[in-house]
């Protein structure tokens, strides 16, 4: 291969020096007569290496640096009681960390009652009693003239037995 490329090489460069020149006008053929044929030196092809193969985007330059993805938001209060409203109890490992991650970010919320109130749903639809007992009470202390804390008490603190069937 290299062979043919030094040979494609000199050939060229033979056939660069020499130039045509035009015929007496007397000697040209009329314009309605095809045109004479140009014969081109030729030249060695070569496969295009792999790495040339696929054509390079154009538009913005790559940057070889690596790019870190942007970290995701932080939900706002809002999204974060809808989020556990949606959850309700299909996933209770999720609504608890998302109950405790509420309560961190907006202890002075007027939301932080609902707050806590899913932190206990969620400890009690784990089976976690004893957890669920303890946040209770601390939510009745906190949050004493809420309707949640009356929910929290009735339903985790001083549940009814179960009616016998």
């Given amino acids: ?76 209060e809002a999204s974060l009681i809808a989020k556990l409203r949606d959850l309700a109890a299909s996933d209770p490992p999720q609504s608890l960390r998302l109950a405790r991650e509420a309560l961190a970010r907006f202890p002075d919320s007027p939301r932080a009652p609902e707050f806590e109130w899913n932190v206990v749903k969620a400890l009690a639809n784990m089976d976690q009693t004893r957890e669920a007992e303890e946040e209770a009470r601390g939510m009745l202390e906190k949050y004493p003239d809420s309707p949640l804390s009356v929910d929290v008490d009735h339903h985790v603190l001083h549940h009814p037995p179960n009616p016998p069937r």
């Fill in 1 to 76: 291969m290299a062979l043919a490329i030094v040979v494609g090489v000199f050939a060229r460069d033979d056939n660069r020096g020499k130039r045509t020149v035009p015929a007496p006008p007397e000697t040209q053929e009329s314009v309605t007569e095809a045109a004479p044929t140009v014969v081109l030196p030729t030249e060695v092809v070569r496969e295009p290496s792999p790495s040339l193969a696929k054509p390079l985007p154009t538009g913005v330059p790559r940057s070889r640096e690596s790019v870190e993805p942007p970290a995701p938001q932080r939900p706002d």
